[in-house]
């Protein structure tokens, strides 16, 4: 079999390359950023050490390294799948897609095939499929549509594996491509949009699931609350790293009630079992306080406007609590952090939406609930502006 996994990054040679290596596929890499392609045609292969008790080495290579910037390279490895897999950014998606679009007509022609995303995004097969649909208008066939999405898979997939940069030693030791990553191999994906799910059978971590958006739900719900809180408080109190400011005992219990109020409201709302629903928040502190995954504050704390987003990882939770009429006074603190959130003068920089950030905390609490939930009903707002000023309240008590 054989995989063609777009970007080399941390998530397609940590975690992408890793499951596809074990299962004994014949592994294409294709990468645009000119350092990384150097390095792996250089070196052929990287390492892997997985943060276990007793940490493990693992040595991957692949059969084909190619230039993402080879149009025609890259559309002979399309047209020659078995399987595609993305892991480039989700704003690079568009692009990919315009680009990737005759090669998986050519493709189609022979055969079904699947696409896993492994993306940052909150939905990139529709994002795929809508840049799919505009290519096809241009057009004149009008079955062609008919054809290619009959034969073709757009599977998101829930990345739960942190990958990270080695250190210093690390890298003089094996080498600038190498990667810590998690002790974690399973990789849930949208069962309903594959196409070829028996290819997947023998591949060992990858997880097929039905009605994959409500597990989606619950992943942004209960993993990503409990790190937002978890990341924002840790700013506050100036921590470097995510695991120091999960292990503060302050945070921790914040994050841990935090991950219950979640719970309670996935539960009330989606009938997911109790034992198993608590299980999962537990095992998201439990991954944020490992020591051994070394993850920047800063890094987990970008872009938070769109965290504050009315169906991401704080309002979505609180909002579903405040409807059922169930408490979230923990995850309020995090909404209140992530709005005090104060990067430094780099990462101001760096990530461009703090501006708005800024500007935005400037307003009352009834003004900033009214730019972040817009279409939420009035009551609703005056709920959760009580709701948010309750969590500043706590805040402020914490400092």
């Keep these: 079999m054989k995989v063609v996994i777009f970007g080399a990054g941390k998530v397609g040679r940590g975690f992408l390359a890793d499951l596809f290596s074990r299962a004994k596929w014949d592994i294409s890499l294709v990468e645009v950023i000119p350092n990384t392609l150097n390095l792996l045609n250089n070196e052929g292969e990287w390492n892997l050490i997985r943060l276990k008790d007793e940490p493990e080495i693992i040595t991957i290579s692949a059969t084909n390294i190619i230039d993402g910037n080879n149009q025609t390279a890259v559309d002979l490895a399309i047209q020659s799948a078995d399987l595609l897999c993305t892991a480039i950014g989700g704003s690079h998606l568009e692009k990919w897609a315009i680009s990737a679009f005759m090669p998986l007509m050519q493709r189609v022609e022979r055969g079904k095939i699947d696409i896993i995303f492994a993306e940052n995004h909150a939905q990139p097969a529709e994002l795929v499929r809508n840049t799919l649909q505009k290519q096809l208008m241009q057009l004149s066939d009008k079955n062609a549509e008919e054809k290619l999405f009959a ?10 594996r942190s990958c990270i940069e080695p250190s210093a030693e690390q890298i003089t030791e094996y080498g600038k491509l190498t990667l810590r990553v998690q002790d974690h191999d399973i990789l849930p994906l949208d069962a309903d949009a594959l196409t070829s799910p028996e290819l997947l059978k023998d591949v060992p971590g990858l997880r097929p699931t039905h009605n994959f958006s409500l597990e989606l739900t619950r992943k942004v719900f209960t993993y ?3 790190n937002a809180v978890v990341s924002y408080l840790g700013s506050i109190r100036n921590y470097d790293f995510l695991a ?6 302050e945070i921790a219990l914040i994050a841990k009630a935090s991950g219950l109020e979640a719970s309670n409201a996935l539960i009330s709302s989606f009938g997911f079992a109790r034992d198993e629903q608590i299980a999962w928040a537990q095992r998201a502190l439990a991954k944020y ?5 070394v993850d920047p504050i800063d890094r987990q704390c970008r872009d938070p406007i769109r965290k504050l987003g009315v169906n991401d990882r704080l309002l979505g939770p609180i909002l579903l609590a405040i409807k059922l009429g169930l408490p979230c006074a923990n995850l309020a603190i995090g909404m209140a952090a992530a709005l005090a959130y104060e990067p430094s003068e780099e990462e101001k920089i760096r990530d461009p939406t703090y501006a708005k950030l800024s500007e935005m905390r400037q307003e009352s609490n009834s003004k900033i609930v009214a730019t972040l939930c817009p279409n939420v009903s009035d009551v609703t707002k005056k709920a959760l502006e009580n709701v948010l000023a309750e969590g500043q309240k706590s805040l402020t008590n914490m400092n």
Excluded at 151 to 160: R, S
Excluded at 244 to 249: G, P
């Design 151 to 160: 034969n073709l898979g757009l599977a998101q997939a829930q990345i739960l």
């Design 224 to 226: 990503n609350a409990i």
């Design 244 to 249: 120091d400011a999960a292990n503060d005992e």
């Design 289 to 293: 306080q490992d020591r051994r995954i």
